[in-house]
């Protein structure tokens, strides 16, 4: 298990346009040859965007783009024709195939932070895809074929404890609270890379807590 902290992600953004970035992997500058990808995810971006602050249309391909929405609410449009608002609870991905161009903005009066993961595909290429999950459940984990990947969302209270998918890898991102995974503590923002997992178990130590993960197939 390889444990990243928050406060070691690389910083981003504009924040004197109301945008602040922490990058958890290699991202445009901040170049690291040995953090370019774990299994499928190559990037984990958390956005901090101030009432109307956000990104201008701007293009991706050959990347599965999923968004988590942590507070505040999303407004997203895309060349596929798609103009949607996000928010806690909705799972929007974006499948950018052989090329998509899209906006994201907060168009709204308080401020909005949310997560935005990237995940290679297994087969590059092919038609652009969008769609949203309105509140996802914890029962239902979120397929992604097309990157080998499931996400899980757990949603957990003091002493709780939720089993790591048994998987080639898992990545594992701390929304809110605290928690305790393989005798290391984890919190907002921490992050832990996981292989061949097996019988592990996240207990919560805080009132509440939130996580993502990624269950991933070996590529």
């Given at each position: 298990m390889d444990v990243r902290r928050a406060h070691e992600r690389y910083q981003g953004g504009d924040p004197a346009a109301g945008v602040e970035t922490w990058h958890a992997f290699s991202f445009g500058p901040h170049y690291d040859p040995d953090n370019l990808r774990f299994g499928a995810v190559i990037a984990c971006n958390e956005e901090h965007l101030a009432p109307g602050a956000g990104f201008d249309e701007h293009p991706h391909s050959h990347t599965e783009?999923?968004?988590?929405?942590?507070?505040?609410?999303?407004?997203?449009?895309?060349?596929?024709?798609?103009?949607?608002?996000?928010?806690?609870?909705?799972?929007?991905?974006?499948?950018?195939?052989?090329?998509?161009?899209?906006?994201?903005?907060?168009?709204?009066?308080?401020?909005?932070?949310?997560?935005?993961?990237?995940?290679?595909?297994?087969e590059p290429g092919g038609d652009p895809f969008?769609?949203?999950?309105?509140?996802?459940a914890d029962s239902t984990p979120y397929a992604l074929p097309e990157a080998g990947a499931m996400l899980h969302v757990r949603r957990l209270t003091a002493g709780e404890r939720t089993a790591v998918p048994d998987a080639?890898?898992?990545?594992?991102?701390?929304?809110?609270?605290d928690i305790r995974l393989d005798g290391e503590e984890l919190g907002p923002g921490d992050e832990a890379r996981l292989t061949d997992t097996k019988d592990v178990e996240a207990v919560v130590v805080s009132p509440t807590a939130e996580l993502l993960l990624w269950e991933m197939a070996a590529r």
């Open positions: 783009i999923v968004t988590w929405v942590v507070e505040g609410e999303l407004t997203h449009r895309d060349s596929t024709g798609e103009e949607t608002v996000i928010r806690p609870g909705d799972v929007q991905r974006l499948s950018a195939a052989s090329g998509v161009r899209h906006v994201e903005r907060n168009a709204g009066d308080r401020p909005l932070t949310f997560l935005q993961m990237w995940l290679a595909p297994v969008y769609e949203v999950v309105r509140g996802i080639a890898s898992v990545y594992v991102h701390v929304v809110h609270g």
